[in-house]
């Protein structure tokens, strides 16, 4: 009975002979509850009522459900979720996409996987991928033999030979490292480029002037006129990007005294030059070690730039500082003064002296003040060494 009385509602003017046989030959009308028919002929309905039950959801929440959609969006060929877009739902951005990535934890957990010791029958294939796939010259290496380094982080932050990178004795700044020139050239505006077109504010990159020595400044005082203090000089930087088969030491570029350091924990994004033209501020984001004080033409620093898969950044003379932590404020700070009662000066540094390491590439960022004559002898994109010119009066 409950079957044929589901047949009635479901088929309208249909005679049954004998209620056993075959409906007659005239047109089917078929009839569809309501909600299924909606869906039937507006099938954008129920996504947008879907979208709509997301936008009253948490924003983390809301970016946990909207994450996998995104990626598949950017992921699947000839724009399959397209049409998405139609019923009002907008994937995040590349940039916020890639920012959502934990990359601290990666790194932290690169670092940790490096320090893991090689079986000694695995290091030579392992070290071997390593120095095909990134061009790595392990003739300039004080140790040769690959079987030496126990681990990934050994390997990585390997010594030269002593005769691998003269120090250019002519020129006043030498490169403080292996790698590729960025960008190079006068700070104008407070404004400093990290890639051709894309530029950082130089006040969130250095930090503000804290420092009991600095003379107070009229709050509209651009914060180039706070660095620059010799009447004449101007404000000049240098961008050198480490590939991670380059040489992961750096040393100080000239005869200069380090007097305070500044720690920004921040985010470890990759700092390759498609990532930097990709990114604005991306130097401000990430992690770094900002290093100032004074050379014979003024102020001079040197910044050590975090990236992805940066176990560390290690300043040899800094004991206390520790970077890649698991924990940190957004947007804050440490600051550390080598100047002190029993040490008046601060650090000195020879040109050309070890200074710190990467446990894999990176950036150094130098910002200094010179006269108006200096000179970069560079060309934007070209490779260079630890050793080499980058300039001079």
Not at 246 to 273: E, I, K
Request: aromatic share 12%; hydrophobic share 35%; net charge positive.
């Amino acid at each position: 009975m409950a079957r044929a009385a589901a047949g009635r509602e479901g088929w309208q003017g249909l005679p049954c002979r004998g209620g056993h046989g075959p409906p007659s030959p005239r047109p089917l009308t078929l009839v569809v509850p309501g909600h299924l028919l909606c869906r039937l002929h507006f099938p954008q309905l129920a996504l947008r009522r879907r979208l709509g039950q997301w936008s009253c959801m948490s924003r983390p929440a809301l970016k946990l459900r909207s994450w996998p959609l995104t990626v598949l969006y950017y992921l699947l060929p000839l724009g399959a979720l397209r049409p998405l877009s139609r019923v009002g739902w907008r994937p995040v951005s590349r940039v916020a996409l890639y920012k959502s990535v934990p990359t601290r934890l990666l790194s932290r957990a690169w670092g940790r996987l490096n320090q893991v010791e090689l079986p000694h029958w695995l290091r030579r294939p392992v070290y071997s991928l390593y120095i095909w796939t990134f061009g790595v010259n392990m003739k300039e290496a004080a140790v040769e033999d690959l079987h030496h380094y126990r681990n990934l982080s050994e390997f990585f932050r390997r010594k030269l030979k002593p005769q691998a990178r003269p120090v250019n004795g002519l020129h006043s700044v030498i490169s403080p490292s292996d790698g590729k020139i960025l960008n190079f050239g006068q700070v104008k505006n407070s404004e400093v480029e990290q890639v051709k077109g894309v530029t950082y504010s130089l006040e969130s990159f250095l930090g503000p002037r804290t420092s009991s020595e600095d003379l107070p400044f009229p709050s509209a005082t651009p914060f180039r006129n706070q660095l620059v203090t010799r009447e004449g000089n101007e404000l000049y930087h240098c961008v050198i990007y480490l590939a991670p088969g380059d040489y992961h030491c750096f040393h100080s570029p000239t005869d200069w005294t380090v007097s305070h350091r500044r720690h920004f924990p921040g985010a470890l994004m990759s700092v390759n030059p498609g990532m930097a033209r990709w990114i604005k501020e991306l130097f401000c984001h990430n992690e770094r070690v900002v290093l100032t004080g004074d050379w014979k033409h003024g102020f001079f620093s040197l910044t050590a730039v975090g990236a992805t898969n940066v176990g560390s950044i290690r300043i040899y003379f800094d004991r206390d500082l520790h970077t890649n932590s698991p924990r940190y404020c957004k947007g804050t700070y440490n600051d550390f003064s080598f100047v002190s009662h029993a040490n008046k000066e601060g650090i000195p540094m020879r040109k050309g002296e070890h200074l710190g390491e990467f446990n894999l590439g990176s950036t150094i960022v130098l910002i200094f003040e010179a006269p108006k004559d200096f000179n970069f002898s560079l060309k934007a994109g070209q490779k260079i060494r630890f050793g080499e010119a980058l300039g001079s009066l």
